[in-house]
């Protein structure tokens, strides 16, 4: 079948941006009917071929009522970041190049694009220079690696050799983290074989941080054992940030492998203003984070960082026969640092982001999005309601009369559509949660959507 590959890529392309461009305008989330959805994209599989365009026509018309606004000024539900207009577009040509980000050879420029966007990436959060990087899917996938080097070495400080005999019969690692761990955490503790059971939480301060003493206590308490600790950059709920510092110190002082969950919160660091909140984060051993979300990549994108290339490579990396040779250079290969060999070259689109915003677009972003936190808090509070958190970065926790009617709250703000804020429980209580980190939500942004969530309020009194 004759192609006209130009004619179909613009298409496609075009009908990105005609979602961009029109998505402020259409409700925040579409209230999909899922049985439309799956019979628009299900029945038999095909048997024909099809014209490309005719298949790309044919997608644009199933997938356009089931599209949700996460790209959107008003989307403020789970930690969603936009994608910002160069990073978008190196990622359409990611697509189009198709480049396999293994190594140098298959793909000198990814790999170029992964390492320069790495070291810029490693500047802005105030990791050391020398510390190596890993473009995975996301935050999940970096706090599974920054466990597995840590699970290397803590084993290997006790004698074992976990690469090699695996974890059946091993001294019992502890992963030892506050209460207000990601739930990332126990999944990444599952898939590593640690279990559940391995996990031993820590209490923390009214914010959700971790408290020091109490980690300090536990630590006391598990002498002898190998231990690694989970720290946190980033309350899901609060924004709260452990203090790095002493929590690392601390822990390093017990030898315990330190790992940071810095999925948003990590960020802060990109700017002045919030630097303050994660001072102390260039000593941890890993850190995971994500481009996705507050820098406005594209999804997925996620960074997995090792203060030990070595140990990082020794972890994750593999030998076969066919790629003898094929790396073209004495250190580290991108493959040998996360935990697929073939993967999307994410390289471009976090070069692109960062490329386009430069350090300071970049802590512009970072201060706007607390800034507009603030703002949504203040309008909000000035009408009555209560905000549950100090609002130190991108997170706002707030209820509105009597806790009890916040899903019906929530279920009517979804339904008008303005904004799209979800829902959470926090010390007990069911309450509204507003995360802001696309950045192109606008002041007007704010007071529109804090209006609609009023007015959701109102209705429901
Ligand atoms: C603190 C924290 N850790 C981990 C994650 C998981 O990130 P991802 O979904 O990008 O894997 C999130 C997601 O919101 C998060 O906020």
Partial sequence: MDVDLHELFTRAAAEGARHRATVAERPAHPAPDPAALAAAFGGPLPTAPADPTAVVDELVAAATPGLVGTVGPRFFGFVIGGSSPAATAADILAAGWDQCAYNEVLAPAAAAAERAAGAWCKQLLRIPETASVGFVT??????????AVGRHRVLADAGWDVETDGLFGAPRVAIVASEERHATIDRAARLLGFGQASLEPVGVTHQGAIDVERLRAALDSMAGRPVIVCLQAGNINTGACDDLRAATTLA???GAWVHVDGAFGLWAAASPRTAHLVDGVEL?????????????VPYDCGLAFCADPALHAATMSYAASYLTGSGARSDFVLGDLTPESSRRARGFATWAALRELGSDGVADLVDRSCSLARQMADRLMAHGATVHNDVVLNQVLVSIGDTSRTDEIIARVQSEGTCWVGGTRWRGQRLIRVSVSNATT????????????LRAAKRVS
């Fill in 442 to 453: 606008t002041e007007a942004d704010i007071d529109a959507s804090a209006e609609a969530i």
């Fill in 284 to 296: 941890p051993d890993s850190w995971g984070t994500d481009a996705h979300k507050w820098l406005n």
């Fill in 252 to 254: 390093h002082e017990h």
């Fill in 138 to 147: 996301g935050a999940q996938a970096a706090n599974t690696v920054g466990l």
